[in-house]
């Protein structure tokens, strides 16, 4: 009995916290120029010029979710620990119910007129 | 066409003097075009000088403490609470307590709020013009540290800080203006090229039109007609976009100044982009593609220009670039992924130290593991899933779950006890339903659709007396007289209370609604 109810449960609130797509993480763009050069554990050792770095799109080696940190690795092998504040990602925190699973569930979930949100409605 | 901006300008300025909430009009044509609010200025955004206006007030919002009900106000049906009110103290209390440390660093009149969470799944937050923001138990299922809903909650209180509900009003009641405004450059310029001229003895006013003056003139023309053609779809969006804009730069002072991390608004604008799903794509590939020469044509308010691009979308005959531009023009907010850049090269620029700062996942976490608040979750997430069952008319699941939502300590809040209303009334009990409406711990929590069908059931019971209790709870809860007042006038009739019945129809005629039914009503009851 307990199985369809978990089912239904884990099909709306699939909990994915980051959006780990099928495809591998990778780094699409700098915002920060000079970039901070940091280490493992998040302490700045240098800034860096984005011209001396790989040219995006970079490829993730490693991901510290809890000090926001991906390391990446150069063309001489040296590996570089950054700030994902300083970098555009291409997958990002997720949500476990997005607008299409919402409209999908078929039930009414709407905001009033005349209000200001942090977000448009679905069907905006 | 400088001239004509001026024009416009001078004419707007005489038009829209001593209306200061109309500041910021010229950065939603800003916003518009692209470009970023954080560029036009130096140092921080509370700082601004323009800030200085909102800084200072007195009106029914000033003053500490919250806000206690809507009663006695006059809420148009449109912008009464839709959802059910989620009971959840602590957590309410939690989220309360985060305002009151983010209104300490806006250095003016502090304003009333009451933070409330309601029962939807959206991800983002909302404020009302009356100082309630309302957090879906959405965003609580979704943060992962208090830093984020800080973040969120100082973007709600810095929409109710700048006043942009009524500067929203203000900017729409200056609507038919515009035309006027557009009048008057065609006239100032017929002024400007009409010379007194004798002719064979007489003086006649003669209209040679320059070509500067026909210029202007076909630009304002122009002007008048884009404003006015794609004035909701384009020029009310585009303003509201430099609303979320300023919202967005305030939150990031005042949670900064909370000792907030300021990464924690990436964190959201990555999380609401997941939630909005793949609409961006198609518009980023819009706005990467066609606005550069759109961008300068507004730049420079070479209207002709903006016209001429505009065309050529739909003479290209790209038809989903051009429902992605209606798209992308009916939005009222920027896409996240952009809002997120924006917001993050502010920070860098301002807040260079903060940025490093690491969002505190444990406070939060800690409250929202607790066993009553996971209880809470949990009840909201089975009837969630309950409701979605009988939508799809899965009886057996919705029941199954359903039953699991009331076996927690929320069972008996109006958001559970709809879900089993509905369920029962789907499998045709309505005696085991009506139980539900009678176990309903708190009326004042539930959505008006819970209130109708509670009304509709009174009324087919014939329970004159019921309704109109229920009604006039209903009336001070959510601060409107129109949403039921037809049900009203009958259980008022009914009763025999001829006269307070047509007292209420004619009152009702008021209402755009409802009006047509009342006046049949209202007939009705005078012939009797």
């Known amino acids: 009995m307990k199985t369809p109810i978990l089912t239904s449960i884990a099909f709306i609130f699939l909990n994915l916290n980051f959006a780990l797509a099928s495809e591998p993480l990778k780094i699409l763009s700098y915002v920060a120029d000079p970039i901070s050069i940091l280490d493992e554990n998040a302490r700045l050792v240098e800034k860096r010029a984005t011209k001396l770095l790989p040219k995006p799109a970079v490829d993730v080696q490693a991901y510290n979710e809890d000090l926001d940190l991906v390391l990446i690795k150069t063309s001489d092998g040296e590996e570089l620990?950054?700030?994902?504040?300083?970098?555009?990602?291409?997958?990002?925190?997720a949500v476990n119910l997005d607008c299409y699973k919402l409209l999908q569930a078929g039930v009414k979930d709407e905001k009033e007129a005349a209000t200001?949100?942090?977000?448009?409605?679905c069907n905006k | 066409m400088k001239s004509v901006h001026k024009i416009l300008l001078i004419s707007g300025a005489l038009l829209l003097s001593g209306c200061k909430t109309l500041d910021g009009a010229g950065r939603a044509i800003g916003n518009l075009t692209g470009s970023k609010l954080h560029n036009q200025f130096d140092g921080t955004y509370i700082a601004q000088s323009e800030l200085k206006q909102y800084k200072e007030r007195e009106d029914q919002l000033s003053g500490s403490g919250a806000l206690l009900s809507y009663s006695g106000l006059n809420i148009p049906e449109q912008q009464v609470r839709k959802s059910h009110i989620v009971e959840a103290p602590e957590l309410t209390d939690y989220m309360q307590n985060i305002v009151t440390s983010l209104m300490a660093n806006w250095g003016g009149t502090s304003v009333k709020t009451k933070v409330q969470i309601i029962n939807s799944q959206n991800f983002a937050p909302y404020a009302?013009?009356?100082g309630t923001i309302s957090v879906p138990l959405g965003t609580l299922e979704n943060v992962e540290s208090e830093d984020e809903i800080a973040l969120l909650l100082a973007h709600e209180l810095s929409h109710i800080l700048l006043r942009h509900h009524e500067r929203n009003d203000v900017m729409n009641a200056q609507k038919d203006k515009v035309t006027m405004l557009a009048k008057s450059v065609i006239l100032a310029n017929m002024v400007k090229d009409t010379k007194l001229v004798k002719s064979s003895g007489?003086?006649?006013?003669?209209?040679?039109?320059?070509?500067?003056?026909q210029s202007n003139i076909s630009k304002a023309a122009l002007y008048n007609y884009l404003i006015n053609g794609f004035s909701d779809s384009v020029w009310n969006t585009a303003w509201q976009r430099s609303q979320e804009d300023e919202a967005d730069l305030l939150a990031m002072d005042l949670a900064t100044a909370a000792g907030y991390a300021p990464r924690a608004s990436s964190h959201n604008l990555q999380r609401l982009n997941d939630f909005q799903g793949k609409q961006d794509s198609i518009l980023s590939k819009f706005w990467d593609q066609k606005t550069t020469a759109l961008k300068t044509s507004v730049q420079e308010l070479d209207l002709s220009g903006v016209s001429q691009q505009l065309d050529s979308f739909i003479n290209e005959g790209m038809g989903t670039l051009v429902s992605a531009t209606t798209d992308y023009f009916q939005r009222s907010h920027m896409s996240p992924d952009r809002?997120?850049?924006?917001?993050?090269?502010?920070?860098?620029?301002?807040?260079q130290p903060q940025s490093r700062q690491r969002v505190n996942k444990k406070t939060w976490q800690q409250l929202r593991d607790k066993k009553q608040n996971q209880d809470i979750f949990r009840g909201y997430r089975y009837a969630f899933a309950a409701s979605s069952a009988i939508s799809s008319g899965n009886l057996d699941e919705a029941e199954k779950l359903a039953l699991q939502a009331t076996s927690t300590s929320v069972r008996n809040q109006p958001g559970i006890r709809e879900v089993m209303y509905d369920l029962r009334m789907a499998q045709n009990q309505s005696n085991k339903a009506k139980q539900n409406l009678a176990l309903v711990n708190n009326w004042t929590h539930a959505s008006p659709d819970f209130f109708e069908k509670k009304v509709d059931f009174e009324m087919q019971q014939h329970n004159y007396q019921q309704v109109l209790q229920f009604i006039e709870l209903a009336e001070s809860t959510f601060g409107n007289k129109s949403m039921f007042i037809v049900q009203k006038s009958v259980a008022l009739a009914n009763l025999q209370h001829i006269d307070q019945a047509i007292s209420a129809l004619k009152e009702c005629q008021s209402y755009e609604a409802e009006k047509p039914t009342c006046e049949i009503l209202l007939k009705q009851l005078e012939q009797s």
């Open chain 2, 339 to 351: 809002r997120d850049v924006n917001i993050r090269e502010y920070v860098l620029r301002e807040y």
């Open chain 1, 116 to 121: 200001f949100g942090f977000g448009a409605d």
């Open chain 2, 128 to 130: 009302d013009t009356y």
């Open chain 2, 202 to 213: 007489d003086y006649k006013l003669q209209y040679n039109a320059s070509k500067q003056g």
């Open chain 1, 81 to 93: 620990w950054l700030d994902t504040f300083e970098i555009k990602l291409n997958q990002g925190k």
